[in-house]
């Protein structure tokens, strides 16, 4: 039996998936969007209960329809951004099956294949926009595979509720391991290890700002005064007030693992219940892999987009290198606004 072909098949049902869906569909052109998740949300689904984003409703939008908001001012948390994408899907209508883990793209006469474990869609060509969230990284420290505590990524942290009471090491200076720190050294004693001393932003800057100007900084012509980058801390309540109760310092980090803990770099050792890795992810695109366009460093090389070695390959949402800020809300929407133009284009 023939294939039904696609003139795109859309990997991933997430904030960069939707986005594009939403062009894909103003287009005119054939399309299936295939999700891993058992329902809409994306990574948001993973993320830990009290997670919050560090920008107003406004500015954490998808092309359409702009996010519901309490009050202008307002950060909406986890819960909402899932509501918001379930709500996104329903109003639009998107052709999305679910759930299909994606195990192989391949070419193929004409075209590409896109291999599930039940089933194998046909594209004229495939966007692949699954995010980081499935691949956590976790930096090698000697022995720590002898380390009888807790080890714990951000991307399966849900609540400190588990931590209570412990002594615990928040590794990493990004915006989550200053709200997991913030939240776990409510109940527990918390050591923050950090590369370099964090950079917080003023009370006043969020997220928004921040996307502004990554992006000026990618596209060029960034001409205005330096206030940050999306590494910098931003000072959203929950961070404010572990300022105002002093847990926010942080030291550099240890040279190994023992079976109690860590040791310092002067040879000083410290007792820890728990390890939590808040030092982010790698692009998750083992999917990839058979179609030979994956680099060293498990990226795909792409020019605007589009893979250099498959131009039939497209990719958003992985960072700036598939789009300015594309790993986020309103940056998937402008990549989407820009790449899938020269998608249909190129069809």
């Known amino acids: 039996m023939s294939l039904e072909t696609y003139d795109v098949v859309v990997i991933g049902a997430g904030q960069a998936g939707l986005a594009s869906a939403y062009y894909l569909r103003r287009a005119g052109v054939s399309f299936v969007l295939l999700d891993a998740g058992e329902g809409p949300g994306g990574a948001w689904r993973h993320a830990w209960n009290s997670l919050h984003l560090f920008s107003p409703a406004s500015f954490s939008s998808l092309p ?65 926009t699954t995010g980081t969230w499935g691949h956590p990284f976790v930096p090698y420290y000697p022995g720590r595979e002898i380390f009888e505590g807790r080890q714990l990524h951000s991307a399966h942290y849900v609540d400190a509720d588990a931590f209570t009471g412990q002594r615990v090491a928040i590794v990493g200076g990004g915006n989550s391991g200053a709200q997991i720190l913030a939240e776990v050294s409510k109940v527990a004693e918390t050591i923050w290890v950090t590369p370099q001393a ?27 005064p330096e206030i940050g980058s999306l590494g910098d801390i931003v000072m959203v309540p929950p961070v404010r007030d572990a300022r105002d109760r002093g847990v926010l310092g942080s030291v550099r980090p240890f040279s190994r693992f023992d079976r109690d803990g860590v040791v310092w770099q002067d040879g000083t050792t410290s007792d820890l219940d728990a390890v939590i890795w808040c030092t982010g992810f790698r692009p998750a695109l083992h999917h990839l892999q058979d179609l030979g366009v994956l680099t060293e460093d498990g990226r795909v090389d792409v020019d605007d987009g589009r893979s250099i070695k498959q131009p039939r390959l497209w990719l958003a949402g992985y960072g700036n290198w598939t789009g300015a800020a594309s790993a986020t809300l309103l940056g998937s929407g402008r990549t989407a606004r820009e790449m899938i133009p020269r998608l249909v284009a190129a069809l």
């Open 198 to 224: 964090p950079v917080f932003l003023p009370d006043d800057v969020d997220g928004h700002v921040l996307f502004q100007r990554a992006t000026a900084r990618v596209l060029g012509g960034e001409s205005g």
């Open 64 to 128: 359409g329809w702009m996010m519901p908001a309490k009050t202008e001012a307002a950060y909406p948390s986890r819960d909402e951004v899932i509501d918001y994408l379930t709500r996104y899907e329903e109003r639009y209508q998107f052709p999305i099956e679910r759930p299909v883990v994606v195990q192989s793209v391949r070419n193929v006469d004409d075209g590409l294949e896109v291999i599930g474990e039940e089933k194998t869609w046909r594209a004229r060509s495939v966007l692949s």
